[in-house]
């Protein structure tokens, strides 16, 4: 049988509808904190730079549980950017960076009271750069006032 009209337009569409679906990039990034002694691991929404964290936990009777924190203070969606997660090269650091490629600003997030919290986002001030001084601001040196003592 043979379709036609908005039928086969339906039906063609139908077929190809599986190759039209645009691939859709990751929405997460994960990375482990630093610390050496501790298995927690951290996950950041990369739109909304929302960070939580889970580690393996022991539990009598059990193979063990994932313990899992979710945002509290700070650690909740920011305004949408492109966030990451850096961990520090700190043997002992818990925590990790969570950064926005896009503005540059940085925060400090860690498990505090069974919550992942950040500190506000914030940015290195830029660079102050200072002008050479003029040449009627630059003192006149004259003979005899150097750093070396003069012999009358």
């Not at 009598?60 to 509290?72: A, D, H, N, P, W």
């Not at 966030?83 to 490629?101: K, P, T």
Request: glycine share 12%; hydrophobic share 35%; with cysteine.
């Amino acid at each position: 049988m043979r379709l036609v009209g908005p039928a086969a337009a339906l039906s063609l569409a139908l077929a190809l509808g599986g190759l039209a679906v645009p691939a859709v990039a990751a929405t997460y990034d994960f990375v482990p904190a630093p610390q050496t002694d501790l298995n927690r691991i951290y996950r950041i929404d990369r739109i909304t730079g929302e960070v939580s964290s889970c580690q393996y936990g022991l539990q009598e009777g059990t193979i063990g549980v994932t313990l899992c924190f979710s945002s509290g203070e700070g650690a909740g969606p920011q305004a949408p950017g492109e966030f990451g997660l850096v961990a520090s090269r700190h043997e002992r650091e818990g925590g990790v960076f969570r950064v926005n490629y896009r503005t540059g600003d940085m925060s400090i997030c860690y498990v505090f009271d069974e919550k992942v919290v950040c500190t506000p986002q914030t940015s290195p001030s830029p660079a102050v750069t200072t002008a050479a001084p003029s040449p009627a601001a630059t003192p006149s040196v004259r003979p005899g006032t150097g750093a070396s003592p003069q012999r009358p």
